[in-house]
């Protein structure tokens, strides 16, 4: 409980009832760096006390471990694309397409963290406090929605420039399942590769 009120010095105001069903059951979760099942605990308590505002601000700070803790399970995770040389982009679409769904998961669960600031809000209008950690949480989705677009964009756009078949063995390319490159041939041209196919042509003598 003081940890996680010097961690944003927010004053968390419940009534003791609220602080004995829903605060501590929560906090013991969030110890055990269960922040899901802290998330259950504070939620269940909101149904009964939906103007808690301590049960609000922990709603928010739990959704928004939960979010930080999934960034960084991503971040540990191999690069969807990565670069091989220059103008030359590796893809895994299997990756791409993962990941993509786990930007917008991560993306919801920010989205509910940030509504129950908005709500905090509404009781207590003037709490710097507050919007401070908003600041953090729209920050966090600001971050999240770029991410996500440039990936986006990468992964939906460059087979429009470079077409669905690969150049090696002219067959068409799965680009949600498989692994791909992309290849820079002018300034307006690219051409695309089965990744197989690519390692296969750079490894035969010019
Ligand atoms: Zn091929």
Redesign the pocket.
Known sequence: MAETQNAFNVPLKCTPEEYKHFVEPAMSEANKSNFAGALDVVSNGLNAHPASEGLLFLKAYFGYKIADNMSNELGSRPPAIRSLENGVLMVDGTATTQMLERFEEIGKVLGDSDSAIDELLQVNPNSQEVMAFKGYIEVKLQKLAGESRNMRTTFNNSPKIAGGF?A????N?SFASQAFVFRKISATQMEV??L??YEQKSSLPN
């Open positions: 690969c090696g063995c002219k067959k390319i590769w089965h197989p196919c």
